[in-house]
């Protein structure tokens, strides 16, 4: 796609924004294109710009005044700008040929699904911790209270890099951008995603390192209930080892060849603010999926703005959502009240989908629902249908339950499924993942979903691009 067509398409989306809370999110994206300017210079020239008191949509030529604005304070801090946007001609040109038109509004689920329309070498990248996991199963998980172990299993871990081993084992191209020392758990999570098809090219392996491999703890017990406790070793070094070797731009060129970016929280500040630099480069015609968990979650709305409001798809566990909206939460709320809070915190999301991974028990019906962000502020709830009856799944361990159900949401947008496929797709891959112990042993395999979803999902119909 050209220069040319990556502007204007923002900019028509701006005409169509402006006086909305999307207008400041698409005023970032006209900044990925070249203007990299602060948010709140942004807000301060647009709110000098004169627009229509009676309509949403300014004139051409106050769209092509804002992005003059920007471009002038351009010249003042030096930076380096796009000459054809200086070019009058240009503008005329592209005001002839597409300037009135206006783009029809469209759910967050057909947005994403139409950037996953892409024809790219990889399907997944996902830049992650990678991490080896000693998972324990207790009988229950209690403050101040000794428990003993009834069973304990290493398992390789990472939450990105579960959904990408999820993904490639039910047909997707996966790649891992992350890292690990050059020591026995670091080779054997290489050799591991290895097996599983997973491209491993964008992973560092550090040799000689002062600190490990990352790794956690999982107390898993039997109400469903976990507790990690995460040692991040290598694992926060990974921006500042990427700067230093001059290998961030070969991470962005490997993001521009995806057609899903996804990006898992991370333990420090650098890796946040790399992913963040990453997904801002590549958002205009890349679907950006993030999973925040507890520790993205736990810093709030206001420091993750910037990644959320790149995002086309969030995955959020629903007491996450909780803790993400911090004093906004109201615990017995709708859902879709929650999500639309989420939104009006940010002030900046585009079409979007939260996909809401619920608590799962011991036994469990509904392990997740997808809620899609409709034109006009309206959301849409989707839950999984035709499901077992309560007694047929019993839960081991919920550990790779949210990661595996991320792949089929992944593996849906791909193929581009519908929200109902997609829920139902995931209800299914969390249950087979939550049989066993850690979080991968129980993913299933591509020739596995058809008599997994006969056993988990029985009312509802298969979809023909997974049984083709």
């Known amino acids: 796609m050209s220069t040319e067509t990556d502007l204007f398409t923002a900019l028509r989306a701006l005409r169509a924004a402006v006086g909305s809370p999307k207008a400041a999110h698409l005023f970032r994206r006209i900044e990925v294109l070249g203007v990299p300017l602060g948010r709140n210079t942004l807000y301060d020239l647009y709110s000098r710009m004169d627009s229509p008191a009676d309509t949403r949509a300014p004139a051409w030529s106050t769209v092509e005044a804002f992005v003059r604005a920007c471009l002038d304070q351009a010249d003042r801090t030096g930076r380096r700008i796009r000459p054809e946007w200086r070019n009058h001609d240009w503008w005329e040109d592209l005001y002839r040929n597409y300037g009135n038109t206006s783009p029809q509004p469209v759910d967050g689920w057909t947005h994403a699904v139409e950037k996953a329309r892409r024809d790219c070498p990889t399907d997944l990248l996902t830049i992650t911790a ?72 964008g992973v560092l392996a550090v040799p ?6 990352g790794s956690t703890i999982v107390l898993a017990d039997q109400s469903g209930g976990r507790m990690i406790v995460v040692s991040p070793g290598i694992n926060s070094e990974l921006a500042t080892r990427l700067r230093r070797q001059g290998r961030v731009d070969a991470l962005v060129e490997a993001a521009q060849q995806c057609r899903i970016l996804h990006l898992t929280s991370m333990a420090g500040n650098g890796q946040r603010v790399l992913q963040q630099e990453v997904a801002a480069t590549v958002a205009d015609r890349t679907v950006i999926t993030l999973n925040p968990g507890a520790i993205y979650a736990s810093l709030g709305t206001a420091r993750m703005e910037p990644l959320l409001s790149l995002a086309d798809v969030v995955f959020v566990y629903e007491q996450q959502l909780d803790v993400l909206l911090g004093h906004y939460a109201i615990q017995d709320r709708p859902v879709e009240d929650k999500i639309r809070d989420m939104r009006a915190r940010l002030s900046r999301l585009q079409p979007a989908v939260t996909v809401l991974k619920l608590s799962m028990g011991t036994t469990q019906t509904r392990s997740v629902a997808i809620t899609v962000s409709e034109p006009g502020g309206r959301m849409k709830t989707y839950y999984p249908d035709g499901v077992v009856d309560v007694d047929c799944h019993r839960l081991t361990d919920a550990t790779g339950a949210g990661d595996a159900s991320v792949a089929g949401v992944m ?14 797709l995931a209800h299914v891959m969390a249950l087979a993942a939550s049989g066993t112990v850690g979080g991968r042993d129980g993913v299933p395999r591509r020739p596995d979903l058809g008599s997994l979803w006969e056993q988990y999902s029985s009312g509802a119909e298969i979809p023909s691009w997974l049984t083709d």
Request: charged share 20%; net charge negative.
């Open 130 to 201: 990678m991490n080896a996991d000693a998972v324990h199963l207790v009988d229950r998980i209690q403050r101040d209270h000794e428990v003993v172990s009834r069973r304990s299993q290493y398992a390789p871990g990472g939450s990105g890099a579960n959904t990408a081993v999820a993904l490639s084992r039910i047909g997707g191209r996966a790649a891992v951008a992350g890292i690990v020392a050059d020591d026995s758990e670091g080779r054997n999570l290489l050799a591991q995603l290895a097996g599983d098809d997973v491209d491993v090219a």
């Open 411 to 424: 593996l849906t947008l791909l193929n581009g499924g519908t929200p109902v496929e997609a829920v139902n």
């Open 208 to 213: 000689h390192s002062r600190l490990p491999t």
